[in-house]
């Protein structure tokens, strides 16, 4: 059975860090490109970051770039996403998800998507 778990989620002052991880299992993540995406309350859900299937290509939404940093270790079925310097409107619940593609680029429109997460909530506040 295919699924994603992610976590690493939690409640952070602003200004600091976590990293989100993204488990896959059932598949191997060799031939998924990787999406991560957030909702917030009363919002829709927005593409945060994606990766390609080699890693060779990212793209990050403009309000995170700089901050947060995408990777993956296919060998260990994994996915992460390094966020630094928080700031309180990344307050959300994080998901990733897969869709699968070998080309070299990604697209962080939720409906290319495949299969989903069932979330993490990252809380930024004092």
């Known amino acids: 059975q295919l699924q994603l778990v992610e976590s690493g989620g939690g409640l952070v002052q602003p200004g600091g860090s976590l990293r989100l991880s993204c488990a896959a299992s059932g598949f191997t993540l060799d031939y998924w490109t990787i999406g991560w995406f957030r909702q917030a309350p009363g919002k829709e859900r927005e593409g945060v970051s994606c990766i390609s299937n080699s890693g060779g290509s990212t793209n990050y939404t403009d309000s995170v770039r700089g901050r947060f940093t995408i990777s993956r270790t296919n060998a260990k079925n994994t996915a992460y996403l390094q966020m630094n310097s928080l700031k309180p409107e990344d307050t959300a619940v994080y998901y990733c998800?897969?869709?699968?593609?070998?080309?070299?680029?990604?697209?962080?429109?939720?409906?290319?998507?495949?299969?989903w997460g069932q979330g993490t909530q990252v809380t930024v506040s004092s």
């Open positions: 998800a897969v869709r699968f593609s070998v080309r070299n680029m990604c697209s962080m429109t939720r409906y290319e998507y495949d299969y």
